[in-house]
């Protein structure tokens, strides 16, 4: 992906295109394509300090100027209240393939500076390549530090850092704090500054978001390089909270991650474009968790951690389809660990207490998570010794009753919860306004339940086990699904069924009915329900979670925290529900030619959006008015996962 002048005519321009780097245990780093920091997630190295959790700002971004000629020019940009600093105007290029890379050029000297992370470890490297022309030219290089918790923003009244040299490193470190932020540049001299801070430093997406703004930052002095005429040279710069600098070498390092990189590719085995630069997107979500010394799947970035629903419904896509099965057994062996009364963790706090376990379909997208897991690679084995007990315990507590007043009622359908609660995955709650209640009997729950029945059946079958029990439910199941959720009038399927209420709003949670391995709902009913979704719902980038005809319907995700949770399921579009449209159309329609030309018409807006918003991966959300800017999460595991995964399974139909 290149990008020149033309992206960045003007600073507004410039700061709608993100870049995102992992390393594997839910650290990060990230800015604009014209290096300005536009959010407090924002910096070069985001560092995880308990993986993937209590993630620290550490490094915001390196201000570079270059000296010709006694003439100096500075490169960065950012953006204070009441001005911008338009650094930016000397830059010429942007690339970004596996990493990011800027080109500036002041009169004939040239400058790249390419950023990579060391998987692994908090620790980031900048790598520039100086071309200089016919004069003696100076870089000076002055570091941002921070040391604040990412979710919220520093003021210099409450940060102090001590400094100190070791060897070719300089240590600063937070006051009262345990933890050394080492640097080191490979080239130049060092010059202390005292009591130097860059003050209000302002956030433009977190000023749209109604959120504090501005922050300082520390500034513990400079680096001077210097670089002769006609000279080329490569200076590695490397910020990190580990004991200790492992590698020093930029291009080194760079290369090995290169190289890890390439080998997921080939791993994975596409030689398509779209699928390879999927299979990459992936990787950023996988990581190391601490506490269970184990992989787990990051929900979004910048600012989740790992959801069990969004682990469940995103493991498909992104170790399945891209062929990381040890990746997968270890993460579904993780969660059969954390069964408690039938129920999955919703998520894992950042903490480390004791997980929520508030959601009522996390534990059922386990079993299409696991059925997939064995369309994949067969391994029956693994699932017997190990995850098998345990989805017979959720089956058994859906059937009995187990806590938020889950549930099987007298018609074998779940009901869950409360007027007080949420626990679909349309879980919006501002105070005590339940903006989307779906207590009662939500049409996607059930539709998981019988696949759950179903999946159960089969395993039974093929581990010689009586199945009759998960058979007779199923059906039952299915008949009391079809009387209850038909809607008639509408050609659908009720959206949430109480003792009192149907409520036929159009959302995209029926598509379930169809999509998931064992469809509760075949023939000309499911026709009809994925001819009024994709009327009703569809956009370039998903599925709208609410239809424009409903009175509901807020087309755009804007405003405060209040304004932005009441729009979160009243319209706005969400990516992933669209990777379960497509299997579902393509199954109606007998997965056809013209039917499989149409789902490649739904995939390919993507191939603009992976150049948009975060380069290369997919956002959580987009308005549901035209024209669909990108909202939310700026990279979302489940919409990566699920496109990935309808790409490869159903539209190019390689498993």
């Known amino acids: 992906m290149d990008f020149g002048k033309s992206s960045w005519r003007t600073y507004e321009q410039g700061i709608q295109r993100e870049w995102l780097l992992t390393n594997g245990i839910g650290g990060f780093s990230s800015s604009t394509i014209i290096g300005s920091n536009t959010r407090r997630y924002h910096g070069l190295l985001v560092a995880s300090l308990k993986p993937p959790v209590s993630r620290h700002l550490i490094l915001s971004k390196i201000d570079e100027c270059v000296t010709i000629d006694n003439e100096s020019f500075n490169l960065f940009s950012y953006e204070v209240p009441g001005f911008i600093m338009n650094g930016y105007h000397h830059q010429e290029r942007f690339e970004y393939d596996l990493h990011p890379k800027y080109i500036y050029r002041v009169k004939d000297v040239y400058i790249e500076k390419e950023i990579c992370m060391v998987y692994g470890e908090n620790t980031v490297a900048v790598v520039y390549h100086v071309i200089n022309g016919a004069s003696r030219t100076n870089l000076r290089l002055t570091p941002l530090v921070n040391f604040r918790d990412y979710h919220f923003n520093s003021s210099r009244a409450y940060m102090n850092f001590d400094r100190k040299s070791k060897k070719d490193v300089l240590i600063v470190r937070p006051s009262c704090y345990d933890i050394d932020i080492s640097l080191y540049l490979s080239d130049g001299k060092f010059t202390e500054l005292n009591d130097a801070w860059f003050y209000n430093m302002d956030y433009a997406v977190e000023r749209e978001r109604g959120l504090a703004s501005t922050e300082d930052h520390y500034i513990p002095g400079y680096y001077d390089i210097e670089i002769e005429p006609m000279e080329e040279k490569y200076i590695t710069f490397i910020a990190t909270v580990e004991k200790n600098i492992s590698q020093k070498d930029g291009l080194q390092i760079i290369e090995k991650?290169?190289?890890?990189?390439?080998?997921?590719?080939?791993?994975?085995?596409?030689?398509?474009?779209?699928?390879?630069?999927?299979?990459?997107?992936?990787?950023?979500?996988?990581?190391?968790?601490?506490?269970?010394?184990?992989?787990?799947?990051?929900?979004?970035?910048?600012?989740?951690?790992?959801?069990?629903?969004?682990?469940?419904?995103?493991?498909?896509?992104?170790?399945?389809?891209?062929?990381?099965?040890?990746?997968?057994?270890?993460?579904?062996?993780?969660?059969?660990?954390?069964?408690?009364?039938?129920?999955?963790?919703?998520?894992?706090?950042?903490?480390?207490?004791?997980?929520p376990y508030n959601s009522v379909d996390a534990a059922l997208w386990y079993f299409e998570a696991v059925n997939k897991y064995i369309k994949y690679t067969h391994?029956?084995?693994?699932?017997?010794?190990?995850?098998?007990?345990?989805?017979?315990?959720?089956?058994?507590y859906y059937s009995k009753g187990t806590h938020f007043n889950i549930k099987a009622d007298k018609d074998y359908l779940i009901t869950a919860g409360d007027e007080h609660t949420?626990?679909?995955?349309?879980?919006?709650?501002?105070?005590?306004?339940?903006?989307?209640?779906?207590?009662?009997?939500?049409?996607?729950?059930?539709?998981?339940?019988?696949?759950?029945?179903?999946?159960?059946?089969?395993?039974?079958?093929h581990f010689e086990e009586d199945a009759g029990l998960y058979d007779e439910m199923a059906e039952k199941v299915k008949k009391s699904f079809v009387d209850s959720f038909w809607n008639e009038e509408k050609n659908c399927l009720y959206d949430c069924l109480t003792q009192s209420y149907k409520d036929d709003k159009i959302r995209p949670n029926q598509i379930l009915a169809i999509s998931l391995s064992n469809p509760i709902i075949e023939g000309d009913k499911a026709k009809s329900i994925v001819d009024t979704v994709l009327k009703e719902l569809y956009t370039a980038y998903g599925l709208r979670s609410l239809s424009p005809r409903e009175k509901e319907y807020v087309g755009v995700y804007a405003g405060d925290q209040y304004k932005r949770d009441g729009a979160y399921h009243q319209g706005t579009v969400w990516t992933w529900p669209l990777g379960q449209f497509i299997t579902a159309y393509l199954k109606v329609n007998n997965y056809s030619p013209q039917a499989k030309k149409m789902a490649l018409r739904f995939i390919e807006p993507f191939k603009d959006h992976l150049q948009d918003a975060c380069l290369g991966s997919i956002s959580e959300i987009f308005d549901g008015n035209e024209p669909l800017i990108p909202r939310g999460c700026f990279a979302q595991a489940w919409s990566v996962a699920e496109i990935l995964r309808a790409y490869i399974e159903d539209v190019m139909q390689l498993i």
Do not use: C
């Open 379 to 396: 391994d029956y084995k693994f699932i017997k010794e190990h995850i098998y007990e345990g989805l017979k315990e959720i089956i058994d």
């Open 422 to 461: 949420q626990l679909t995955w349309m879980d919006a709650k501002v105070g005590d306004w339940v903006v989307t209640p779906r207590h009662g009997k939500a049409v996607e729950i059930n539709a998981l339940w019988y696949n759950a029945l179903k999946i159960m059946s089969s395993l039974s079958k």
């Open 257 to 355: 991650e290169n190289n890890r990189l390439h080998k997921l590719i080939d791993k994975a085995g596409y030689k398509d474009e779209l699928a390879k630069r999927l299979v990459l997107a992936a990787d950023d979500f996988i990581v190391h968790r601490e506490s269970t010394n184990a992989k787990t799947i990051i929900a979004g970035y910048p600012w989740f951690t790992d959801w069990g629903r969004d682990t469940m419904i995103a493991l498909t896509g992104l170790t399945l389809s891209a062929r990381r099965f040890e990746d997968a057994k270890e993460i579904l062996y993780t969660f059969s660990k954390y069964v408690k009364d039938g129920l999955i963790p919703n998520m894992f706090p950042d903490a480390g207490h004791e997980p």
